[in-house]
């Protein structure tokens, strides 16, 4: 079921999203060679705990930590580890957070130091996909518009689409729905309305768009080992346009 969110709502979702938001500006800073993806966690968790929050993700389908650290050929739902970040490395950190019930949701990939040129590629244009999404999501389109959108951005760019996963209405609960795929026909799926607050999450690949699940069954990587970038923003559909719950406008 599709709810539509009310004022007061919205602000709690605001207030839970700007978390989640001030997060990704805190972690950035320790996204270096040699700090490893459990850590990251932790700091991560620590911050969003001292803002009154807690993470939408701990315990979420059996995930047991935080945040999603996922390096390089990890799509999403990498489990933090040991692992210590290597130059070179990408690493998308996904955070979730909830506020007196209300949940925000963004995923960003970061560079490890110097990265390559596939790799920059790659995360500029997912990036660009992700705001190519946005900016369909507007009151009287429909949940296919913004799929098509990012996928037909997605594949002029030469990437591949992940379509095991999806994008989703994030409210009471982080996952809710509609589900909003990364490819779609224009015009069709749920018609978007004013109230609605979805998350719109590209998640592409430089080769193959297959994916394997790891052993923990949560866990996504490329088939054929080639990097993945994943970009998302929570957004409040509102009659004068998106609303970034998860950012700042630009
Ligand atoms: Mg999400
Ligand atoms: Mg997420």
């Known amino acids: 079921m599709i709810t539509i969110k009310s004022p007061r709502e919205i602000e709690l979702l605001k207030q839970a999203g700007n978390v989640v938001y001030q997060t990704h500006q805190y972690i950035k800073p320790f996204i270096k060679e040699g700090i490893t993806t459990k850590e990251i966690d932790r700091l991560c968790e620590e911050f969003i705990r001292s803002k009154g929050c807690t993470p939408s993700f701990k315990g979420c389908e059996g995930f047991p930590y935080?945040?999603?650290?996922?390096?390089?050929?990890?799509?999403?739902?990498?489990?933090?580890?040991?692992?210590?970040?290597?130059?070179?490395?990408?690493?998308?950190?996904?955070?979730g957070a909830c506020y007196k019930g209300y949940h925000g949701d963004s995923g960003w990939t970061y560079a490890v130091g110097?990265?390559?040129?596939?790799?920059?590629?790659?995360?500029?244009?997912?990036?660009?996909?992700?705001?190519?999404?946005?900016?369909?999501?507007?009151?009287?389109?429909?949940?296919?518009?913004?799929?098509?959108?990012?996928?037909?951005?997605?594949t002029k760019h030469h990437l591949g689409v992940v379509?095991?996963?999806?994008?989703?209405?994030?409210?009471?609960?982080?996952?809710?729905?509609p589900s909003v795929p990364n490819y779609g026909k224009e015009g069709t799926g749920p018609l978007l309305k004013e109230g609605m607050v979805i998350a719109i999450e590209p998640m592409l690949t430089f080769g193959s768009e297959e994916i394997d699940i790891l052993d923990n069954d949560l866990t996504a990587v490329t088939?054929?080992?080639?990097?993945?970038?994943h970009y998302e923003h929570t957004i409040a559909i509102t009659k004068d346009g998106p609303i970034l719950l998860t950012g700042v406008d630009k």
């Open 223 to 229: 088939y054929d080992g080639s990097n993945a970038a």
């Open 66 to 95: 935080s945040v999603c650290t996922s390096v390089n050929d990890c799509v999403v739902h990498g489990y933090p580890s040991n692992y210590k970040l290597k130059n070179g490395d990408i690493i998308t950190v996904d955070i």
């Open 163 to 177: 379509r095991e996963f999806v994008g989703h209405g994030v409210g009471t609960s982080v996952h809710e729905d």
């Open 114 to 154: 110097n990265i390559s040129d596939n790799d920059k590629y790659l995360m500029e244009h997912t990036e660009k996909a992700l705001y190519e999404g946005i900016k369909k999501a507007r009151v009287g389109n429909r949940v296919g518009d913004i799929g098509h959108a990012v996928y037909e951005y997605a």
